[in-house]
């Protein structure tokens, strides 16, 4: 099992782009989340989804869009980066008593 | 309103002596607690958990914490610390009727001393 992927691991944006950052599980799992992390900010909840074809806004949802079109996979958007959005993101999959992460991308948007 | 408080953004300790990382938490529904930990550039991994069971959690590595519902606390122990325990620990809480109320701490940054 590779557990949680991440798609990229790091990326470069100038602002205005867009990007999907692409996340993977092969654990069956319903529920994914997406979130950032800033230096002393710990984890910030950005969007979150309970199933495929579901998903929900967490605490810092502005500026991002997600999608499950399928039950592995939790997309995450930004559809015009901002340099606000430089950050490290992680994706998760499981429940709220037990999440697996993946990896983390590293985004800087200059 | 669930909230989390790291109570040291730093902790260094000697290699073979004890770590204590505090976390209180407030939340007005029925909480479970974690301790995640983090490497350097790596992702987040679970150390132990608490969800209404056993206050005394034991977890990976060593660690253990005790749920304390009347000081609100959750601390993080460790008997003897190694210097492969150096990483960021973060305190969780989240509200088991909630999906979306999962509140990180800030994170203790633990520094294990030769």
């Known amino acids: 099992n590779a557990g949680v992927t991440q798609t990229p691991k790091f990326r470069v944006l100038k602002t205005g782009q867009s990007m999907t950052l692409l996340c993977a599980q092969d654990m069956n799992h319903e529920y994914m989340y997406w979130y950032r992390q800033d230096p002393g900010m710990g984890l910030r909840l950005i969007h979150y989804?309970?199933?495929?074809?579901?998903?929900a806004k967490g605490e810092v949802p502005d500026g991002y869009n997600v999608s499950r079109l399928k039950k592995q996979n939790f997309l995450l958007g930004l559809e015009s980066a901002a340099p606000s959005q430089t950050s490290v993101y992680f994706c998760?999959?499981?429940?709220?008593?037990?999440?697996?992460f993946g990896p983390g991308t590293r985004l800087t948007v200059t | 309103a669930q909230s989390v408080t790291q109570l040291d953004s730093h902790v260094s300790v000697s290699e073979g002596t004890p770590v204590l990382l505090r976390c209180n938490y407030s939340s007005s529904y029925s909480p479970s607690l974690f301790w995640y930990v983090q490497h350097p550039n790596k992702g987040l991994q679970l150390l132990l958990k608490y969800t209404s069971a056993a206050t005394l959690v034991k977890g990976i590595n060593g660690f253990e914490a005790e749920f304390k519902k009347s000081e609100t606390s959750f601390h993080l122990t460790k008997p003897s610390a190694h210097m492969s325990d150096a990483a960021e620990y973060f305190c969780v809480v989240s509200d088991q009727d909630r999906d979306d109320k999962i509140i990180f701490g800030k994170g203790t940054r633990l520094h294990i001393l030769p």
């Open positions: 998760a999959s499981g429940h709220t008593y037990e999440q697996y």
């Open positions: 989804s309970v199933g495929e074809g579901t998903t």
